[in-house]
C-alpha cells in the first residue's frame, strides 16, 4: 500500500531528481504477493512518510515481506518531496523477529542464494538511502529486526523491559560478515 496524491505511480523515474535504480525493478518481478504487510501514510506538508509493518504475528522477514518493504523504500526514494522515513510496526510488542527462519530452513541452494540478495537488498536499500531514516522500535527486535533498525540513521525504542534488541543468533555461534 502506498497511500498518498498518487501522483508517484504516474511519473517516471527521470522526472525525479533521484535516479531510478534497479533493483526495485527485480524486486516487483519477484513479487508475486497480493497480501499486504507494509502500510505507507505520506504527509506532502511535512515531507516525512511513516512505513509500518504488518506482517502477522511478528513481522518476520521473508521473501516477500523483504521485495515488498524494498519497493516501498524506493517509491519514496523516487519522490523529490519526501525527506524523511520513520519505521515502524504495527503488530503488538514486536517490530521485527528478523529472517523468517521458515524461509532458509529445508529450501534449495537457489531459493537461500535468492533470499539472502533480497536481505543484503534490504539492509543496502535503507543504509545508502538520500532520505533521513528513523526506525521506531516499538517491540522487540532481534537478529535481523536490530540489522534492519541498524541501518537507519537514528533509533528510538520503547521503554518497555519486556522488549529486547540485539543480534541474538551470535549465541548460536553465527556471526554477522565482516564486510
Ligand atoms: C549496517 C550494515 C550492516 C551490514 C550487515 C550485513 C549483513 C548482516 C547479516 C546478518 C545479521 C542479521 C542476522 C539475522 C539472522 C536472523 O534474523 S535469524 C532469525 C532470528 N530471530 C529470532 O531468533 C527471533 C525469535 N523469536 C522471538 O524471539 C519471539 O518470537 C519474539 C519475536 C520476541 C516474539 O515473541 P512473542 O512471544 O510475542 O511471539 P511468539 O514467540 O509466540 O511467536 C509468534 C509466532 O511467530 C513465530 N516466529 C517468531 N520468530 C520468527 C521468525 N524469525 N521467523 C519465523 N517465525 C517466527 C513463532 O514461531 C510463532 O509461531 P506460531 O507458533 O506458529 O504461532
Redesign the pocket.
Known amino acids: 500500500m502506498y497511500a498518498r496524491s498518487g501522483l508517484l505511480s504516474q511519473r517516471s523515474c527521470s522526472s525525479h531528481g533521484r535516479e531510478c535504480a534497479t533493483p526495485v525493478l527485480a524486486a516487483q518481478r519477484r513479487n508475486n504477493s497480493t497480501a499486504t504487510k507494509i502500510a505507507v501514510e505520506f504527509d506532502q506538508s511535512t515531507g516525512v512518510a511513516v512505513m509500518r509493518l504488518q506482517g502477522p504475528?511478528?513481522n518476520?522477514?521473508s521473501l516477500d515481506f523483504l521485495t515488498e518493504l524494498c519497493i516501498n523504500v524506493e517509491k519514496l526514494e523516487m519522490d523529490k518531496n519526501c525527506r524523511g522515513l520513520i519505521l515502524t510496526s504495527s503488530q503488538p510488542?514486536?517490530f521485527s523477529?528478523?529472517?523468517?527462519?521458515?524461509e532458509i530452513y529445508g529450501k534449495s541452494p537457489e531459493r537461500c542464494g535468492e533470499f539472502w540478495r533480497a536481505?543484503?537488498e534490504m539492509?543496502l536499500k535503507l543504509?545508502g538511502s538520500s532520505m533521513v531514516t528513523i526506525a521506531a522500535i516499538n517491540g522487540?527486535s532481534?537478529?535481523?529486526g536490530?540489522?534492519m533498525s541498524?541501518?537507519c540513521d537514528y533509533r528510538i525504542m520503547a521503554d518497555n523491559p519486556r522488549y529486547s534488541i540485539g543480534?541474538?543468533?551470535t549465541q548460536l555461534g553465527i556471526v554477522?560478515?565482516f564486510w
Open positions: 504475528p511478528v518476520s522477514l510488542k514486536v523477529a528478523g529472517l523468517d527462519i521458515m536481505v543484503q539492509w543504509y522487540s532481534p537478529a535481523g536490530c540489522l541498524m541501518t543480534l541474538n543468533e554477522a560478515p
